[in-house]
């Protein structure tokens, strides 16, 4: 199905997460020494920084509170977790930290995608979707990889 407008700039912030890990995971393949490492968790840590914090707030703030609780719940609790993650970055850039924060990353941005936006996209009544929709575009940070 295609993303309906309204979500389209969650849509493109979940396409820079999965960018993110391409990048991330490519680097590591080249080079798991200890500074590069270190440069992939700051890449990480920065991309928090500067996009999956306006995203977790988005979501929470604006499109969760529309959907039913019981599929929100769940990613909610991911989200904590990943802010655990980058937390755990910040102190100590570990490899198995960026794999599990990589990993958990790319299921939550599938399960958003593949279950939540397709569901909602098919019970929300159109009005409900082009209120949000404004509001998600209005605070939705856009950045270029």
């Known amino acids: 199905m295609l ?5 389209i700039p969650l849509s493109q912030q979940h396409h820079n997460g999965l960018a993110l890990g391409v990048l991330v995971r490519r680097a590591l393949a080249e080079d ?3 500074e590069n490492v270190e440069r992939q968790a700051r890449r990480i ?3 928090y920084e500067i996009e999956l914090t306006n ?3 988005i979501e929470e703030e604006v499109l969760f509170p529309a959907c039913p609780p019981e599929l929100v719940g769940p990613l909610v609790e991911e ?3 990943m802010e655990a993650l980058v937390e755990e970055l910040r102190a100590g850039p ?3 930290t960026i794999e599990e924060f990589l990993e958990l990353l790319r299921g939550h941005i599938r399960r958003e995608e593949e279950g939540l936006f397709e569901r ?3 019970e929300l009544p159109r009005e409900t979707l082009d209120r949000l929709g404004g509001e998600i575009d209005a605070r939705a940070v856009r950045v270029c990889l």
């Not at 993303?3 to 979500?7: I, Q």
């Open 3 to 7: 993303r309906d407008k309204s979500l």
């Open 32 to 34: 798991a020494g200890p």
């Open 45 to 47: 840590v920065e991309r």
């Open 55 to 57: 995203h977790f707030a």
């Open 79 to 81: 989200h904590r977790r």
């Open 94 to 96: 570990r490899l198995e």
């Open 120 to 122: 909602i996209q098919r």
